[in-house]
């Protein structure tokens, strides 16, 4: 979102709008422009900085890597089917086409029904990663891509068929399976990536930084391309990869911002006299 709502008394009418579009899909907005390609991301924004390395490192623990390097997607289709008939779907214009996209609430119902079933905090992830990287990859719009060469990416998760099997994800076009198989997948990129930094010294703060550099290295790019970051050498990466960071990284502060407004507006809105107050105090 180009445009953040903010939660001060004055923003009222504009967050009960935000929630009155969520919740009865009236109208949708425009993403931010991303390309169709998985290698060639093309959000406007800086680029991602490298996190300056000072201090001792704060590892999550990871064990050995195991023999087959990603984790697999296991399969709850009752579950599944309730969280489709929770969501809802907005038009919005890309390209030239009408397409649709989840909601504010049904994207973070996504992003943490992932994040939980992945066990992504085991990893020191959360449904914030899993809000970011999509909107890295996609703005969460679905629709089909496709790599330099040739390879398609698919849905709103943009995977790549050998990906998408690897992790036991048989509908890349199903934004449910997709986005949980995309936090499965995140939780091998960020095994990854500790292993990658386990070496440097970094603060918590570094570290987590690194950490997610590193996921979306893993994600963005091929296991060649990947290798050649060490934790030190992000400016050296391509520069389609270090806006995947840097836009993996608003949209997980994205993420974070709008589940607080959310939040915070639920509470007025089962308050009527609080949104009669703040609306006074706006005008």
């Known amino acids: 979102m180009k445009e953040r709502v903010t939660a001060g008394a004055a923003s009222a009418v504009m967050l009960a709008g935000l929630v009155s579009v969520a919740l009865t899909s009236s109208m949708g907005s425009a993403p931010a422009p991303v390309s169709d390609t ?14 300056p390395v000072t201090a001792q490192a704060q590892p999550v623990q ?17 579950y599944y089917d309730k969280l489709r ?15 649709k996209t989840p909601d504010v609430p049904s994207r973070l119902l996504l992003a943490k029904s992932a994040a939980q079933q992945a066990g992504l905090s085991e990893v020191g992830l959360s449904y914030r990663d899993v ?38 994800l048989t509908d890349p076009t199903d934004p449910v399976q997709a986005v949980h198989a ?39 790019l091929s296991s060649k391309g990947r290798a050649a970051w060490n934790g030190l050498n992000t400016k050296k990466l391509p520069i389609e990869t270090r806006r995947h960071i840097a836009n ?36």
Do not use: C
């Not at 998985?38 to 996190?51: F, I, N, P, T």
């Not at 990871?62 to 009752?78: I, M, Q, R, W």
């Not at 703005?139 to 398609?152: E, F, H, L, N, Q």
């Not at 911002?257 to 609306?279: D, K, V």
């Open 38 to 51: 998985l290698a060639q991301r093309s959000h406007a924004g800086k680029v991602a900085d490298e996190a």
């Open 248 to 283: 993996a990284r608003i949209g997980a502060r994205e993420a974070g911002q709008l589940n607080e407004q959310l939040s915070q507006l639920r509470g007025r809105m089962a308050n009527p006299g609080m949104m009669t107050a703040a609306y006074r105090a706006g005008s």
């Open 85 to 99: 008939a929770r969501l809802n779907w907005l038009p919005v214009r890309y390209a030239g086409s009408i397409l």
């Open 182 to 220: 995309l936090a499965v997948h995140l939780k091998d990129a960020a095994k990854w990536s500790a292993r990658r930094i386990a070496g440097l010294k970094l603060s918590p703060e570094q570290y987590a930084l690194k950490l997610r550099e590193g996921v979306s290295i893993y994600y963005n």
């Open 131 to 168: 809000y970011g990287i999509i909107n890295a990859e996609t703005s969460w719009i679905p629709r089909v891509g496709a790599s330099k060469d040739g390879t398609p990416n698919l849905g709103i998760a943009q995977f790549e068929p050998a990906t998408a099997k690897a992790v036991g």
């Open 62 to 78: 990871v064990a050995a890597a195991a023999a087959n390097p990603f984790g697999s997607l296991k399969f709850e289709t009752g």
